[in-house]
């Protein structure tokens, strides 16, 4: 009998679809009368008033200058730079409070790029960001590979990401199914 099985790019674009559905704080930089869309009104939005919305429609008004993220959410050079420092200093993972801090880095990228399209960042910075990003994911990536051979503890298993438990799921089979072949007679 053949097992169905799913797509894993999909159902790390679900999770991350899930993450976009997530409410985030933010602060009206510029009046907004407010915008119908599917039954639902967004807005009004004024000025200097914070407002928790979806992050998926926050993007739009945060991307045309009405919203912008308030800074206890925000994700930024220095902040994944932090991140990427912290799982660099730890030989083990790192338990996040958030579940979805991978997903955050990935959207708030579009931030950064934003903003150095504006000139109101320089490149650098978004360099470092990308630099910093792909550190936390290798980094991740090459503890996961190491918890793979062995049976993952409940602290261990605690300490990753939605998408990571998935991955970790999917070769940490393979990977002792190929370890034992090699090990044993």
Not at 88 to 104: A, T, V
Not at 126 to 139: E, F, P, Q, T
């Amino acid at each position: 009998m053949e097992r169905v099985e799913e797509n894993f790019e999909n159902y790390l674009l679900r999770l991350n679809f899930i993450y976009k559905n997530q409410t985030i704080t933010t602060k009206c930089i510029k009046d907004h009368p407010g915008v119908p869309l599917l039954g639902e009104t967004y807005g009004p939005y004024q000025k200097d008033k914070e407002y928790n919305i979806k992050f998926f429609i926050a993007v739009p008004f945060i991307k045309n200058g009405y919203l912008k993220v308030k800074e206890t959410e925000k994700c930024d050079n220095v902040d994944v730079m932090n991140y990427a420092v912290e799982e660099g200093d730890n030989e083990s993972l790192i338990r996040r409070e958030n579940k979805h801090f991978l997903n955050k880095i990935k959207e708030f990228r579009y931030f950064m790029e934003r903003e150095v399209e504006k000139k109101s960042r320089p490149e650098v910075e978004l360099k470092r960001y990308k630099s910093y990003h792909a550190s936390i994911v290798d980094s991740r990536l090459s503890k996961l590979l190491r918890l793979a051979k062995v049976d993952l503890s409940l602290n261990d298993e605690q300490k990753l990401t939605n998408s990571e438990i998935r991955l970790f799921n999917q070769f940490s089979k393979k990977i002792k199914i190929w370890r034992e072949f090699f090990l044993n007679r």
